[in-house]
């Protein structure tokens, strides 16, 4: 096991409200951001379509926008990360999530992901959180967060089922969704011929 610190560099998403733009703003420049709503409650893939706009009154640096190969945790209860498998156009990051960059030599980012949504991180956030009003957890503590660290061949092996049981799942609701479906509409048929 090594912490999470010493296999990854942790960036704080940037403070929204310090710098938004102003009508009395000189200049002003319209940026895509990550909204915490992107987060799915089961995978580690984003829920498109939960971009939001934002005006900032200076250009911001490039370490606060999710790459491909990034990981974004979630600070706010409930506290989960999304892997970032493509660039996903050019999302800020707002100082409610952090941005993990991963050192690929020693750990993939899928399998960080993976780990990170597992009951066993999961219990870990629970014991750190703190605030009663909006529960939230440190960003100190995520850097101490004890990572374990199979093989590179390991953790691969171990995505690839992952991703197997991400595939399963969706294709079960899916099905589930068009029985719900067929059962309003043979619902609705039987009412009609009454």
């Known amino acids: 096991m090594q912490k999470l610190q010493d296999i990854a560099h942790l960036q704080v998403g940037f403070t929204l409200a310090r710098n938004k733009a102003t009508p009395s703003s000189l200049q002003s420049y319209?940026?895509?951001?990550?909204?915490?709503?992107?987060?799915?409650?089961?995978?580690i893939q984003m829920i498109s379509g939960h971009e939001g706009l934002y005006v900032c009154s200076e250009k911001i640096s490039e370490n606060y926008f999710i790459k491909k190969g990034d990981v974004v945790i979630r600070l706010r209860d409930p506290i989960g990360c999304i892997y970032v498998s493509k660039d996903e156009q050019k999302l800020l990051v707002s100082s409610l999530a952090v941005i993990v960059r991963i050192e690929k030599s020693k750990i993939l980012g899928e399998y960080l992901a993976y780990y990170l949504n597992s009951s066993l991180a999961q219990s870990y956030f629970q014991t750190k959180i703190r605030g009663t009003t909006i529960p939230m957890i440190r960003v100190a503590d995520i850097k101490q967060m004890p990572i374990p660290l199979p093989s590179l061949k390991k953790q691969s092996q171990m995505i690839a089922l992952m991703q197997e049981g991400d595939r399963e799942i969706s294709f079960l609701n899916e099905l589930i969704e068009q029985k719900r479906m067929l059962k309003h509409q043979f619902f609705k048929s039987l009412i009609t011929k009454e």
């Not at 940026?31 to 995978?43: K, R, T, V």
């Open 30 to 43: 319209s940026y895509q951001i990550l909204s915490m709503n992107a987060f799915p409650s089961d995978g």
